[in-house]
T-cell receptor, first 112, second 111 residues
Framework: KAGVTQTPRYLIKTRGQQVTLSCSPISGHRSVSWYQQTPGQGLQFLFE???????NKGNFPGRFSGRQFSNSRSEMNVSTLELGDSALYLC???????????FGPGTRLTVL | GQQVMQIPQYQHVQEGEDFTTYCNSS?????IQWYKQRPGGHPVFLIQLVKSGEVKKQKRLTFQFGEAKKNSSLHITATQTTDVGTYFC???????????FGDGTTLTVKP
């Protein structure tokens, strides 16, 4: 069974631009969560989608948004990029809330 | 909101020494999961604990869930260089409807 895939793996943007990251979950997984990871900051929860509905949202500004499609694939968008948005963005899929999460390799975003 | 605290933040050990990381939640948890992230990698699921007082072992790793279901620990016996990485706990609070990750404990092992 294929794992969680994320594209692109690396991205360089400049301040003010916007970016879209993509996540394809494991086949059969309907829950997709997004996390931001920066050195020394652990895993900061962004949002969780289940069957195309956002079930939970973390404490991030409205510049961060996401969506999930009918095939469970998910995208997250960051508008008006700031230097502080430079981070590793991880996507994780699971069968449901009480199940283990399978993480993708992440997208490393650098904002210049 | 729910908070999950993990200590210590960093731990440096000599190969062969033991290692323990502790996870404490501000609320009662439905379950707790442990993940390991190798340097340059992504978190990988290790184990899930559900029952009060539960203890599970995986070779040299021992996981415990507190009686009150608000704390947990991961203990590694006789560390090896392959144990290096960051260990995260994630506590599920069904009332909050989500899992919250601790900030992780980064383990380095000196050969």
């Amino acid at each position: 069974k294929a794992g969680v895939t994320q594209t692109p793996r690396y991205l360089i943007k400049t301040r003010g631009q916007q970016v879209t990251l993509s996540c394809s979950p494991i086949s059969g997984h309907r829950s997709v969560s997004w996390y931001q990871q920066t050195p020394g900051q652990g895993l900061q929860f962004l949002f969780e989608y289940f069957s195309e509905t956002q079930r939970n949202k973390g404490n991030f500004p409205g510049r961060f948004s996401g969506r999930q499609f009918s095939n469970s694939r998910s995208e997250m968008n960051v508008s008006t990029l700031e230097l502080g948005d430079s981070a590793l963005y991880l996507c994780a899929s699971s069968l449901g809330r009480v199940n283990e999460q399978f993480f993708g390799p992440g997208t490393r975003l650098t904002v210049l | 909101g729910q908070q999950v605290m993990q200590i210590p933040q960093y731990q440096h050990v000599q190969e062969g020494e033991d290692f323990t990381t502790y996870c404490n939640s501000s609320t009662t948890l439905s379950n707790i999961q442990w993940y390991k992230q190798r340097p340059g990698g992504h978190p990988v699921f290790l184990i899930q604990l559900v029952k009060s007082g539960e203890v599970k072992k995986q070779k040299r790793l021992t996981f415990q869930f507190g009686e009150a279901k608000k704390n947990s620990s991961l203990h590694i016996t006789a560390t090896q260089t392959t144990d290096v990485g960051t260990y995260f706990c994630a506590g599920l609070n069904t009332n909050a409807g989500k899992s919250t990750f601790g900030d992780g404990t980064t383990l380095t092992v000196k050969p």
